[in-house]
């Protein structure tokens, strides 16, 4: 049984070794893992039961914590300005991927989707590991995502290092994802 808590710093030592930890995000409990640890990231794909291809996105606390991933000689001033423009907030944006964004985050895209969060207790989450961190809907793929801890856990009753035991924020659905290049959304 994974261990509740409600130290967002709990969650931290979890993630950097390579483990699968739940928290609370602006609609949905999410699930995160180091995004630079291949086999973490291919663990959360089997505990979703979800394709690797689809890819993952990242949520950081602040820009900084997602600037390295974003390949900025690709990307216009306009296309970071429209993103900043929704930051911190429930937005997602696809963004040509730098050369420091590993190719198991993207699955088959060209770009990496970031976010960097609006919600306190993901951004603090973020804060404690010291670096954006991989974030998808804490439910197997096909089912509703879990909106409290407990539905977290009742998903994944192994499997995680750690639950963060906080409430999500008052959006009624998961993060619109955008293209920063184009405006177009992948997902409303």
Same mark, same amino acid.
């Not at 928290?23 to 505990?47: I, K, N, Q, W």
């Not at 670096?131 to 879990?146: D, E, F, R, Y």
């Not at 924020?169 to 959304?185: E, F, K, N, V, W």
């Given at each position: 049984?994974?261990?509740?808590?409600?130290?967002?710093?709990?969650?931290?030592? *979890?993630?950097?070794?390579?483990?699968?930890?739940?928290?609370?995000?602006?609609?949905?409990?999410?699930?995160?893992?180091?995004?630079?640890?291949?086999?973490?990231?291919?663990?959360?794909?089997?505990?979703?039961?979800?394709? =690797?291809?689809?890819?993952?996105?990242?949520?950081?606390?602040?820009?900084?914590?997602?600037?390295?991933?974003?390949?900025?000689?690709?990307? =216009?001033?306009?296309?970071?300005?429209?993103?900043?423009?929704?930051? =911190?907030?429930?937005?997602?944006?696809?963004?040509?991927?730098? *050369?420091?964004? *590993?190719?198991?985050?993207?699955?088959?895209?060209?770009?990496?989707?970031?976010?960097?969060?609006?919600?306190?207790?993901?951004?603090?989450?973020?804060?404690?590991?010291?670096?954006?961190?991989?974030?998808?809907?804490?439910?197997?793929?096909?089912?509703? *995502?879990?909106?409290?801890?407990?539905?977290?856990?009742?998903?994944? =009753?192994?499997?995680?290092?750690?639950?963060?035991?906080?409430?999500?924020?008052?959006?009624?659905?998961?993060?619109?994802?955008?293209?920063?290049?184009?405006?177009?959304?992948?997902?409303?």
């Amino acid at each position: 049984m994974s261990v509740l808590t409600n130290d967002p710093a709990d969650l931290a030592m *979890p993630l950097r070794g390579g483990r699968i930890v739940a928290y609370p995000t602006e609609a949905v409990f999410g699930l995160g893992c180091d995004p630079h640890s291949e086999r973490a990231v291919a663990d959360l794909a089997a505990l979703k039961q979800r394709s =690797p291809e689809q890819g993952f996105l990242l949520i950081g606390s602040d820009f900084a914590q997602i600037a390295p991933y974003i390949d900025m000689g690709k990307t =216009p001033a306009d296309a970071l300005d429209r993103a900043m423009a929704t930051w =911190p907030g429930p937005y997602t944006w696809i963004f040509p991927a730098s *050369p420091h964004a *590993p190719s198991w985050l993207r699955g088959t895209r060209a770009g990496v989707a970031l976010r960097v969060t609006g919600h306190a207790w993901a951004a603090r989450v973020c804060e404690a590991f010291g670096a954006a961190i991989v974030s998808t809907s804490a439910n197997p793929h096909g089912l509703p *995502p879990a909106r409290t801890a407990r539905e977290a856990q009742a998903y994944f =009753p192994t499997g995680l290092g750690a639950i963060l035991d906080a409430p999500v924020g008052a959006q009624g659905r998961p993060s619109t994802i955008r293209d920063a290049l184009t405006g177009a959304i992948a997902r409303a």
